[in-house]
T-cell receptor, first 114, second 117 residues
Framework: AQSVTQLDSQVPVFEEAPVELRCNYSSSVSVYLFWYVQYPNQGLQLLLKYLSGSTLVKGINGFEAEFNKSQTSFHLRKPSVHISDTAEYFCAVSDQGGGNKLTFGTGTQLKVEL | GAVVSQHPSWVICKSGTSVKIECRSLDFQATTMFWYRQFPKQSLMLMATSNEGSKATYEQGVEKDKFLINHASLTLSTLTVTSAHPEDSSFYIC?????????????FGEGSRLTVL
């Protein structure tokens, strides 16, 4: 079984400032890692994913994340945020063995202010 | 590609009635679909795994007789909330796995907000 921890429930940040949303996971097997974004009253949109290979993953909207196996982390970063980035962000993990059952973190509300 | 559509987006019903929510994969075949429930300001809770042509697998604590899931084709899964009550009011989201990919990625529908009066 896997678990995901998103320590920050809310992250306020000023526009054009950098941001990091933290995600740690635990698993006894190799995993795939994902970040999803959810805007109010909408489903989830994939930001980026780590399957294998390079530990630095680039996604849409200028976001990137780095897989750190030793620290079991997959933190999401953006060098300069925009008002439109205000949303809920979910980190998720699934095992590589199949089934694709995603385990989600509790989410981080990113609020970008002027 | 990889679009998942849910219908309806919003539904209001009276207590005691049943509501059906559809989840369709528009441009790929989905042998497996997942149904989630999301309470306000909370994460997604997996309710059940829907497999085409077989019975759904429900997570612990989810009433299978209340939340009926049918996956009759490779592009359609339905969730029926039977005899709905106000406590069933929630945001229901489906996701689908593309049978042609092995990336672990799931594609999500837009969600369906159910309000039971």
């Amino acid at each position: 079984a896997q678990s995901v921890t998103q320590l920050d429930s809310q992250v306020p940040v000023f526009e054009e400032a950098p941001v990091e949303l933290r995600c740690n996971y635990s698993s006894s097997v190799s995993v795939y890692l994902f970040w999803y974004v959810q805007y109010p009253n909408q489903g989830l949109q994939l930001l980026l994913k780590y399957l294998s290979g390079s530990t630095l993953v680039k996604g849409i909207n200028g976001f990137e994340a780095e897989f750190n196996k030793s620290q079991t982390s997959f933190h999401l970063r953006k060098p300069s945020v925009h008002i439109s980035d205000t949303a809920e962000y979910f980190c998720a993990v699934s095992d590589q063995g199949g089934g694709n059952k995603l385990t989600f973190g509790t989410g981080t509300q990113l609020k970008v202010e002027l | 590609g990889a679009v998942v559509s849910q219908h309806p987006s919003w539904v209001i019903c009276k207590s005691g009635t049943s509501v059906k929510i559809e989840c369709r994969s528009l441009d790929f075949q989905a042998t497996t679909m997942f149904w989630y429930r999301q309470f306000p300001k909370q994460s997604l809770m997996l309710m059940a795994t829907s497999n085409e042509g077989s019975k759904a697998t429900y997570e612990q604590g989810v009433e299978k007789d209340k939340f009926l899931i049918n996956h009759a084709s490779l592009t359609l899964s339905t969730l029926t909330v039977t005899s709905a009550h106000p406590e069933d009011s929630s945001f229901y989201i489906c996701s689908a796995r593309n049978a042609g990919l092995n990336t672990g990625e799931l594609f999500f529908g837009e969600g369906s907000r159910l309000t039971v009066l």
